[in-house]
């Protein structure tokens, strides 16, 4: 007999017994064989359902992954412009007709990042955005989602944020933390940063328009001599 689970072979000798052993032989085994079977199913069973879990376990790991990977910035490791443009589709529609639940933008952009980058090359521009990341994951609040937008442009959502004062003060924190010096390979940076803002407290309000308008807000203030951090308003399209 051969059992392939336990890729073993069993010869079974049959010999002439004395008639009164026989039937105490053949039992003994019959039992024998009924157990060695028993067995083999057994370990087939525990083995194919050991299988199924690692398979299982394996499946459930690579799509984390390729979830991960679909959603987030590789280099930085932040939300990607997907994610930005599924979550914050998500958040306009829980904003309320009295314009609870609404939020606050910010496009960040930096300033000499270009210069750095074309003279220094892409991998001290490589280390100065994930430094960059870093700065802003560290200055987040609870409910506060940092976003790459793409190149040298970040986005932070400020959730249930829309007081001027308290966003401006905000905008504040995050502009020290990214105007602080930067240092790879045992030289400093000073790369600066430019903050637009919009805030968003209506339903109606659309994705493309919310960027527009805080990209908009971020030019204003690239261009600007003295304001770092700009607020949209509509007088800007006119």
């Known amino acids: 007999l051969y059992f392939p689970t336990l890729d073993k072979s069993l010869v079974i000798t049959t010999i002439y017994l004395n008639t009164d052993y026989r039937p105490l032989i053949y039992g003994a085994a019959s039992s024998f064989l009924i157990f060695m079977l028993t067995l083999s199913v057994s370990v087939s069973v525990k083995s194919y359902a050991n299988r199924l879990q690692v398979s299982n376990k394996l499946v459930a790991e690579k799509t984390q992954r390729l979830r991960v990977q679909a959603t987030h910035d590789?280099?930085?490791?932040?939300?990607?412009?997907?994610?930005?443009?599924?979550?914050?589709?998500?958040?306009?529609?829980?904003?309320?007709?009295?314009?609870?639940?609404?939020?606050a933008i910010l496009f960040i952009d930096l300033n000499r990042f270009k210069i750095v980058n074309d003279s220094m090359g892409h991998t001290i521009g490589d280390l100065l955005l994930q430094q960059v990341a870093q700065r802003l994951i560290n200055n987040v609040r609870n409910d506060d989602i940092c976003y790459r937008f793409g190149g040298d442009e970040f986005i932070v959502c400020l959730r249930n944020k829309l007081n001027r004062y308290d966003v401006s003060n905000v905008c504040q924190r995050y502009l020290a933390a990214l105007t602080e010096p930067y240092y790879c390979d045992g030289l400093s940076y000073n790369i600066g940063a430019s903050i637009g803002v919009t805030t968003v407290n209506s339903p109606t309000q659309t994705l493309t328009n919310i960027l527009r308008e805080a990209d908009t807000a971020m030019y204003r203030a690239k261009n600007s001599s003295s304001d770092h951090v700009i607020f949209y308003d509509d007088t800007m399209f006119d």
Do not use: K, V
């Open 74 to 103: 590789s280099l930085t490791g932040l939300f990607n412009r997907q994610a930005l443009a599924e979550q914050l589709e998500d958040f306009i529609s829980q904003i309320t007709p009295t314009g609870g639940n609404g939020f």
